[in-house]
């Protein structure tokens, strides 16, 4: 039984103005409702039938009651009439928009994941120049212990004859990239700890492989090399991570006032959305390392690097600015 109707009504309202207002605009741009603005439009429409049954039991026929029971029925009409049509699936809209959106809402997890990737690539890097007896442990693959320079001598002299098993190597690295951005988000249930430790020891590996070329002299071949699919496999990996920490720190009950599983539904069509956006983008990574990354000849670096470098801005533009003037999605 509600005694102080003023203090509820004070406390609900701007939930029920908030419902309101995405009803509005439903019925004006129909088209405008992405898959976070359904979750919001769902939790709004459950907390204001929740209200309208606790005003029912002892303020029937108030105008609280009145108003409260016409925001419910719109909004069902909303939900259930004609939403199917209305939800319909724009994977263009979603990844220059929503995508974006969600990426710049969660960006200092985005930023913890770099930090953290960093710090490994700082000791991996360190360990191989100080003791070069480490590689086998920081590097745990055969093609990349022996000599920088006896690798560059031979795919400079092999890269451009070999022309078969291109489209295999490309399904293989898909798959790997894909899995490395589910592992990234799964190991989030694990409060973040197993997320941010795939990163670190990536990170560990990616600075001892620089390291080792750049102390070789090889900078020029090292870029041409990973620049082309790393200025998308990287950052891809991070979102990957981005969306396992969110996971962490929701687990960790940031939201303290909420339950386990209120507070994993808010943030659903969120994670649903940097895994989807990484795992694409980490599709295109693989094409790109399969295709052309793998071909070494010093009159490819310089367009490589440069192609390397366009995709990074490009991306930079979309993750910075897609959908800006839109507004923003809420958890």
């Not at 590996?205 to 071949?221: E, K, N, Q």
Request: glycine share 10%; hydrophobic share 50%; charged share 15%.
């Amino acid at each position: 039984m509600i005694v102080d109707l003023r203090e509820f009504a004070e406390r609900e309202q701007p939930y029920w103005d908030e419902l309101d207002a995405l009803l509005e605009r439903l019925s004006e741009q129909p088209e405008a409702l992405d898959l976070n603005g359904a979750t919001r439009l769902h939790d709004l429409y459950e907390r204001a039938c929740a209200g309208l049954l606790a005003v029912s039991e002892s303020l029937a026929g108030s105008d609280v009651h009145h108003n409260l029971e016409a925001l419910v029925g719109r909004a069902y009409g909303e939900i259930h009439a004609g939403r199917r049509a209305r939800l319909r699936f724009a994977p263009v809209a979603w990844f220059a928009r929503t995508f974006p959106r969600v990426f710049r809402r969660h960006v200092r997890l985005f930023a913890l994941a770099a930090a953290i990737t960093l710090g490994g690539a700082l000791m991996g890097g360190v360990a191989v120049l100080v003791d070069p007896a480490a590689k086998p442990v920081v590097m745990p693959f055969a093609h990349l212990l022996g000599s920088p320079s006896e690798r560059v001598q031979q795919e400079e002299a092999g890269s451009l004859k070999r022309r078969g098993g291109r489209q295999t190597f490309s399904a293989v690295l898909m798959a790997n990239n894909v899995n490395v951005a589910r592992n990234s988000l799964a190991l989030g249930i694990t409060f973040g700890l197993g997320t941010a430790i795939v990163l670190f020891h990536n990170g560990a590996i990616l600075g001892a492989v620089c390291a080792d070329y750049v102390a070789a002299g090889h900078s020029v071949f090292l870029a041409g090399w990973l620049l082309p699919h790393g200025a998308i496999e990287i950052p891809a990996i991070l979102i990957a991570a981005q969306a396992g920490l969110l996971l962490g720190m929701t687990l960790l009950g940031r939201r303290q006032r909420q339950p386990l599983t209120a507070r994993l539904r808010a943030i659903a069509a969120d994670l649903a959305t940097l895994i989807g956006g990484s795992a694409l983008l980490l599709v295109w990574a693989a094409l790109v390392e399969s295709f052309l990354s793998q071909y070494h000849a010093p009159i490819l670096y310089g367009p490589k690097i440069a192609f390397g470098c366009m995709q990074l801005v490009l991306l930079a533009l979309l993750l910075g600015r897609g959908g800006a003037g839109r507004a923003e999605g809420r958890t």
